[in-house]
Nanobody, 124 residues
Framework: QVQLVESGGGLVQAGGSLRLSCAASGRTFGNMGWFRQAPGKERDVVAAINWSGGSTYYPDSVKGRFTISRDNAKNTLYLQMNSLKPEDTAVYYC???????????????????WGQGTQVTVSS
């Protein structure tokens, strides 16, 4: 049974940091990513990474502030979030695909498996 379980969300002041983790189990995954969804908005990618970790993608809104990484030995995906802003407030989802490719403008439809989400709230 495939499972993705996120952890590490919470409440933080603007300018602070959080580290999200996603524990994956049930199979070997190729590309993985982090998406977020705020109330009334679409689910958007915030970071993506291929199997080897050699290729990553970040939208301009988080580039330079967020860092995605993975530990394949532990089957765990991470998202280090620094210099957080109130507009980063959302539910953050871990996503995974069985295949690997060079992530460019990833979309939710490219990922087969999803976690339950973890809330990140940034206060001003």
């Amino acid at each position: 049974q495939v499972q993705l379980v996120e952890s590490g969300g919470g409440l933080v002041q603007a300018g602070g940091s959080l580290r999200l983790s996603c524990a994956a189990s049930g199979r070997t995954f190729g590309n993985m990513g982090w998406f977020r969804q705020a109330p009334g908005k679409e689910r958007d990618v915030v970071a993506a990474i291929n199997w080897s970790g050699g290729s990553t993608y970040y939208p301009d809104s988080v580039k330079g502030r967020f860092t995605i990484s993975r530990d394949n030995a532990k089957n765990t995906l991470y998202l280090q979030m620094n210099s957080l802003k109130p507009e980063d407030t959302a539910v953050y989802y871990c996503a995974a695909s069985p295949v690997t490719w060079n992530p460019r403008s990833p979309s939710p439809s490219q990922y087969n498996y999803w976690g339950q989400g973890t809330q990140v709230t940034v206060s001003s």
